[in-house]
């Protein structure tokens, strides 16, 4: 089964067959190597929202009556929802990784189909979240509707800052969710393809990774900015 | 190369953990329920504690996340250390700038201002020269005219906020040390208490009596000193010296680089004093502006203060505000610091402080 030229096919019976691309000495050294590169990727990850982390503790450090009065302006009900519907859609991912390698195909589908649609979820309160900031003037910087929230304004001068760091990482994070529901649609149409099985699912767990990723920004995202004590 | 399959899916067995269902409903309701902790706690003030545990509760989900459903429970090892390092190096970036902005206004100017020769290039001080005139005019536009005026009439950007008024030194009325080259040399020494007129010990001595040969030289009606005047400050006219002082000061590195800075700081007292945002009249902001900014500037950046060469506290922008409670805010606002530059209010109400506190603390 194995060529020198092209390296080796791992099989499962009712998929198609994965080649190990030639660079690699056998199958779990590709996946050790991919999953490697994944981690590596998500350093990348924490690094880059890292600078916006270092600039909230350094402002909420500068002006903590402002971020607790400004947090006021936030729904936690909303943030709550949204931490529920993430988390819900980790486990669909989590349990569609582990469908896959035992090569449920179809129950691996239609767990990848609710995380996506958890994600649209996620993504239609933000949009409500959203709006209602931009109704109220509720923005960053120069933005910020003085006249509208004439008393936050005139007891905390600075509060348009809590603004800019909310709309700057509830932004990123949202940018993280779409490319996150492109990848796991990406993955159902390799799935539907019976591309992945016991045999190859790396693809399927590094885009599980991404997701998971995604889960965790917003597991601090939500006490930093919904629930300012 | 032949490959013997079976031992591949040996190790494929080996390495390839799938996660049972169980285990990860197991994990899902641990994170729903430490979700409505952390919803539920935040109802309680737990003062500063608040942050820290919310910050707890979030690193346990984070870290079910990681080890269960992304699995590093099971990952080589290698794995964790990369992830887990990057971790490592967000925490140097908090805390190293953490301690730069929040502690910057600690680093307090001990000894002397200005660094002096070693050895004085003034034999007899104390007795006036065209060069020690000079010097003093030099050092009077660097340390006094943001009260005194560039003519010493009392009249500079921040007199307008001092009770009392800083001196007018063309009249001969109203001094209180005096106005001899020695009484003035004795003012500069240990200031005037309960007034903004601040000790300027950490001068050299010979740059404090050319700053008072300057003054003196505003109005030469000012008389001259007698040996018994000399005498009061401690001066032997017959010897040469500093009548028991030392001249060769010592120079902290900060102090050398604000000195450094001196020509911009000066472009920024201008600019900040004449600004003066429209605030809502009978407002913290209205006073501050009014009383206020010519010391520690528009937005408590220690504008003229930072010229006066005393306690970077002034700053009001940096840190050291943060840890001021409200009391020591009222206490320092009202009553001023003894024997230096920042007066006292007194007349003020406690929700005209309480106004004034809440603006000062967002204008840093």
Redesign the interface.
């Known amino acids: 089964?194995?060529d020198?030229h092209h390296g080796?096919v791992v099989e499962h019976p009712g998929s198609k067959p994965h080649v190990v691309a030639h660079h690699f000495n056998?199958?779990?050294h590709e996946?050790?190597a991919s999953?490697?590169g994944m981690?590596?990727f998500?350093?990348t990850e924490?690094?880059m929202l890292?600078g916006l982390?270092?600039a909230y503790?350094?402002f909420r450090?500068?002006?903590?009556?402002?971020f607790k009065a400004a947090h006021a302006y936030l729904s936690?009900k909303m943030g709550?929802t949204n931490?529920?519907v993430l988390?819900?859609s980790?486990?669909t991912?989590?349990?569609a990784?582990?469908a896959t390698?035992?090569g449920e195909r179809n129950k691996a589908l239609g767990l990848l189909a609710a995380t996506v649609a958890l994600a649209g979820v996620f993504l239609v309160v933000k949009y409500f979240e959203y709006s209602h900031k931009i109704h109220s003037g509720l923005l960053p910087g120069g933005l910020f509707g003085t006249e509208q929230n004439a008393e936050l304004i005139?007891?905390?001068?600075?509060a348009p800052l809590f603004f800019s760091l909310y709309f700057m990482m509830t932004g990123i994070h949202g940018l993280h969710v779409v490319i996150g529901m492109g990848l796991i649609l990406w993955i159902m149409k390799r799935t539907s393809a019976k591309e992945f099985g016991p045999h190859f699912y790396t693809p399927v767990e590094l885009v599980?990774?991404y997701w998971?990723?995604v889960?965790?920004v917003w597991?601090?995202l939500?006490?930093?900015l919904y629930?300012v004590? | 190369?032949?490959?013997d399959?079976k031992h591949?899916d040996k190790?494929?067995g080996h390495?390839?953990y799938?996660?049972?269902?169980s285990l990860?409903?197991k994990?899902?309701g641990a994170?729903?329920f430490l979700?409505i902790i952390?919803?539920w706690t935040?109802h309680f003030?737990?003062g500063a504690f608040?942050?820290p545990l919310?910050?707890f509760?979030?690193t346990i989900?984070?870290l079910l996340?990681?080890m269960?459903?992304?699995n590093l429970k099971n990952?080589?090892k290698?794995?964790s250390v990369?992830?887990f390092?990057?971790?490592l190096?967000?925490a140097i970036?908090?805390v190293l700038?953490?301690s730069d902005?929040?502690f910057r206004g600690d680093v307090y100017v001990k000894g002397p201002l200005v660094a002096g020769a070693s050895k004085s290039k003034f034999k007899k001080p104390w007795v006036s020269t065209a060069e020690l005139v000079a010097h003093g005019k030099e050092l009077f536009g660097q340390q006094c005219t943001s009260c005194h005026g560039a003519e010493g009439l009392g009249n500079g950007p921040a007199a307008a906020a001092l009770v009392p008024p800083p001196r007018n030194f063309a009249q001969n009325a109203g001094w209180k040390n005096g106005y001899k080259p020695s009484q003035i040399f004795k003012t500069l020494k240990e200031g005037i208490k309960g007034s903004s007129m601040a000790s300027f010990a950490t001068l050299p001595a010979e740059d404090r009596w050319a700053l008072a040969h300057y003054v003196v030289s505003i109005n030469p009606a000012h008389a001259k000193d007698t040996t018994s005047d000399l005498a009061a400050v401690g001066v032997d006219p017959s010897k040469d010296g500093m009548g028991g002082e030392s001249s060769s000061p010592t120079i902290p590195v900060s102090v050398a680089m604000a000195k450094l800075a001196v020509a911009d700081i000066n472009v920024a007292v201008a600019s900040s004093v004449a600004k003066n945002p429209d605030a809502?009249v009978g407002?913290g902001?209205a006073y501050y502006q009014s009383k206020c900014v010519g010391c520690h500037g528009v937005s408590g950046e220690g504008a003229l203060v930072r010229n006066m060469g005393v306690s970077p506290k002034a700053y009001l922008k940096t840190?050291s505000l943060?840890g001021v409670p409200f009391d020591r805010f009222k206490s320092v606002v009202t009553k001023g610091l003894p024997g230096d530059v920042m007066p006292g209010y007194g007349n003020l109400s406690n929700a005209q402080l309480q106004d004034l506190y809440?603006?000062v603390?967002?204008?840093?």
Request: aromatic share 16%; glycine share 4%.
């Open positions: 089964m194995s020198a080796h056998d199958a779990d996946f050790d999953k490697q981690w590596v998500m350093v924490v690094l890292g982390f270092v503790a350094i450090g500068l002006y903590p009556e402002m936690v709550a931490t529920v988390l819900t980790s486990l991912m989590a349990m990784v582990s390698q035992r005139k007891n905390f001068p600075k599980g990774f998971h990723f889960d965790l597991i601090y939500f006490p930093l629930l004590g | 190369m032949a490959h399959h591949d190790k494929h390495h390839h799938v996660l049972p269902n990860a409903f994990v899902f994170l729903i979700t952390t919803v935040a003030d737990f608040n942050f919310a910050m509760i979030a989900k984070a996340v990681c269960i459903f992304m990952d080589v290698e794995n990369i992830f390092t990057s971790f190096f967000l970036f908090i700038t953490g902005i929040f809502p407002s902001a840190g943060s809440n603006y603390k967002s204008a840093r």
